[in-house]
């Protein structure tokens, strides 16, 4: 067995809890591959695992995206080889923070026909362009020309959102953020308007609004839903208190709320995720879809938490983990 560098959560708790250990490099099993890591992506996720609101068993390695190199296929596995480089969900089990991860063959995206683009990027591209292909097309239906509100537009999965709902023929984009110096940033990424999250009764109204922030941004998207409008919750980054929402209301304004969680997703429709995640790696290698990408060495994984948990970035940060 080979030893590798891994972050983990030992205890729930603050950034500081994060800790490199040396662990087992995992193997694969049947119909997974192994993967030598090259950038794992940084997430609100891996906060809400290390925070113990997701509930996961420790001592747990976080990471729920990563690019690298295969390093092994597990029985059953064909279409893929070893070397080839790769960018992978790996959000079903986790592990991502780690010099080694294992996942399913059917969440792997191969990178030899996008020369252009990086591994830092093709790490940040599995959670959050997946998300914004799947929240719009599969759970929200979007149709060409509807108009779409996005919140924390400058963030890491909004900045997906927007660029996502104007390749499907959206209409009038429209992102809110939480802070005037982010509103240029999240204007770089397709968005027609930006607007305060608090100004945001103010930018009309929205056949799709997609919300995971939370709290007052939930409470006050729903008034902005127009008839036969969606609402898809994917998110709680305020950390306010569950929003109460009527059936009623929804039955009598013809409105509809749904939700969405990629682990979830991926565990029960592994082959549909795949493809979502494989449409999203080609969009960003046309250049249709961009992604702002910095990046902290792995030892860094708690500094990493700390600027995600502060509103403090904008686009993506990832950790660089080996130079592959
Ligand atoms: N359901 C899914 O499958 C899925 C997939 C990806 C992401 N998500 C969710 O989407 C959200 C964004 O995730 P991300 O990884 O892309 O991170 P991110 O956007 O880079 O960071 C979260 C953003 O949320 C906003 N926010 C509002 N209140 C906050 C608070 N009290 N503390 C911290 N941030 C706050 C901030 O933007 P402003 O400054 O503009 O307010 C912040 O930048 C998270 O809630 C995450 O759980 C869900």
Redesign the pocket.
């Known amino acids: 067995m080979d030893g590798m560098r891994a972050i983990t959560i030992p205890e729930f708790g603050s950034a500081d809890v994060l800790r490199l250990d040396e662990a087992e490099a995992p193997e694969p099993g049947q119909g997974q591959v192994s993967i030598d890591v090259a950038y794992a992506g940084a997430?609100?996720?891996e906060i809400?695992y290390r925070q113990g609101v997701v509930d996961v068993p420790l001592p747990f390695v976080p990471g729920i995206e990563v690019s690298g190199r295969i390093r092994a296929l597990g029985s059953g596995v064909e279409g893929l080889s070893i070397g080839q480089p790769v960018a992978a969900l790996t959000i079903v089990d986790g592990g991502g923070y780690a010099e080694v991860v294992t996942t399913s063959a059917d969440l792997v995206a191969p990178l030899d026909n996008h020369d252009r683009l990086e591994l830092d990027v093709a790490a940040a591209l599995p959670?959050?362009s997946t998300?914004a292909f799947l929240v719009l097309d599969r759970v929200a239906r979007i149709a060409p020309g509807e108009d779409v509100l996005v919140?924390?537009?400058?963030?890491?999965?909004?900045s997906q959102l927007g660029q996502a709902a104007r390749l499907l023929g959206a209409g009038r984009v429209v992102g809110?953020?939480?802070?005037p110096a982010?509103i240029e940033a999240a204007k770089a990424f397709g968005y027609d308007e930006v607007v305060l999250?608090e100004q945001v009764a103010e930018a009309g109204q929205f056949d799709v609004v997609v919300d995971?922030?939370g709290g007052t941004?939930r409470r006050s998207s729903l008034d902005l839903l127009a008839p036969m409008g969606r609402m898809v919750v994917?998110?709680?980054?305020?950390?306010a208190e569950d929003v109460g929402i009527s059936a009623n209301d929804l039955w009598f304004t013809n409105k509809t709320v749904s939700g969405?969680?990629?682990?979830a997703?991926s565990a029960a429709f592994p082959e549909e995720a795949g493809r979502a995640l494989r449409r999203a790696v080609a969009a960003a290698a046309r250049g249709e879809l961009r992604v702002r990408v910095e990046s902290l060495p792995l030892e860094q994984a708690a500094e990493a938490h700390r600027r995600?948990?502060?509103?403090?970035?904008?686009g993506?940060l990832v950790l660089e983990v080996e130079r592959i």
Do not use: C, P, Q, Y
């Not at 969405?260 to 682990?263: I, Q, S, Y």
């Not at 995600?308 to 904008?314: D, F, H, M, P, S």
């Open positions: 997430n609100f996720a809400l959670s959050n998300t919140h924390a537009a400058a963030g890491g999965v909004g809110a953020v939480g802070s982010k999250r995971m922030v941004a994917m998110g709680n980054a305020s950390g969405f969680n990629l682990a997703f995600i948990e502060a509103a403090r970035t904008t993506k």
